[in-house]
């Protein structure tokens, strides 16, 4: 609604290779769920589908790599098949920091990124080209540098086939997390974004490597006066998610029987998950992600009433987004390069 009425389409719908399985939305029920919103709200125009974090498991690929890469392209082969044209790669677990040279550190990433993007390369659709992305640095972790990219590229160049089409955008990391850090009492933290590190890296992704530029994960828990500098920085993607997920979960019209009941279900089945001194705010902010999946039909039952005015909510947040990263007024120029 907040696309059609900005005549916004620069925008993507994405889900990760974690949020598939928790979630228990796989990629064809995703896209239908999304077109079937477009069609509902008549909305016209390209509609961009993507497969987030295609992760590769260091713990997984350590023990068996081939029984690893595999898992990932049947993932790969199933997202495409329902739409998903931007295929988001990441192989950035596997960077090795105890190596002595950046390629080093760098060469599983880059080995299995350019495997993997050989095998989408020859499934794409004809006449499509798949988006591809990238990442050098696992989110959470030390800050990217640009002789990370380099190390990274370099040898991306050298593993791809001659010719082919490598990728499009790369991830990096610049001082967040997913989901945020959460203090004791439920609240986040702030964190200090090193938007410096966005602007060279995105900067240096455009102009030494043809691309789109540097994409930043896990944004949505940033202080509202942070969004625009995404802008400034020329960020080519900002992904967002968990702020989306907060507003529901602590919407006061979200059903508090079944919050609780959620809730309750979290500590007993993912108490695992609970690491030493966490607070019971920290556990159920950290954890509550993995309940939708487990309570997919009570969620999808809620009230129309109950769904409306939780979606107006949500719809708000975006209002505020679509204007703070400039993407409205972006519908013309999309559908320029996509129709």
């Not at 950046?102 to 990124?113: D, G, I, R, T």
């Not at 640095?137 to 540098?145: C, V």
């Not at 509550?288 to 309570?295: H, M, T």
Request: charge should be negative; aromatic fraction near 8%.
């Amino acid at each position: 609604r907040v696309a059609k009425k900005h005549s916004s389409g620069a925008f993507i719908f994405e889900i990760a290779r974690s949020e598939i399985g928790y979630t228990n939305q796989p990629p064809v029920e995703f896209a239908s769920m999304i077109l079937a919103a477009a069609i509902k709200e008549s909305y016209s125009g390209p509609v961009f589908i993507q497969g987030d974090h295609f992760q590769v498991k260091a713990d997984k690929f350590k023990e068996n790599p081939d029984k690893e890469i595999e898992g990932v392209k049947t993932l790969i082969k199933d997202a495409i098949s329902a739409g998903f044209y931007n295929i988001d790669i990441d192989s950035s677990t596997l960077v090795d920091l105890s190596k002595p040279t950046l390629k080093e550190q760098q060469l599983l990433n880059y080995a299995v990124c350019a495997k993997l993007t050989q095998f989408i390369r020859g499934i794409e659709p004809e006449g499509v080209t798949v988006s591809v992305g990238g990442e050098i640095g696992e989110i959470g972790t030390q800050n990217s540098t640009p002789e990370d990219l380099q190390a990274y590229m370099n040898g991306l160049e050298e593993e791809l086939e001659k010719g082919a089409t490598g990728i499009s955008k790369i991830s990096v990391q610049t001082g967040t997390t997913h989901g945020g850090v959460v203090l004791p009492d439920g609240s986040i933290a702030q964190i200090k974004l090193d938007f410096g590190t966005l602007k060279t890296l995105s900067e240096n992704a455009r102009k030494e490597y043809g691309m789109a530029g540097a994409v930043q994960h896990g944004a949505s828990t940033l202080p509202p006066e942070a969004f625009h500098k995404f802008v400034e920085c020329g960020a080519a993607e900002v992904h967002l998610a968990t702020a989306f997920q907060n507003i529901i979960y602590e919407s006061k019209h979200f059903p508090d029987q079944l919050r609780q009941k959620m809730y309750k279900w979290l500590k007993a089945n993912l108490a695992n998950e609970r690491k030493e001194g966490q607070t019971d705010e920290q556990f159920i902010y950290k954890t509550r992600k993995k309940a939708f999946g487990q309570f997919k039909k009570e969620v999808m039952a809620l009230s129309q009433q109950t769904r409306t005015t939780i979606a107006c909510e949500v719809e708000k947040q975006f209002e505020f987004l679509f204007k703070q990263l400039n993407v409205i007024d972006t519908k013309a120029l999309v559908e320029k390069y996509c129709m």
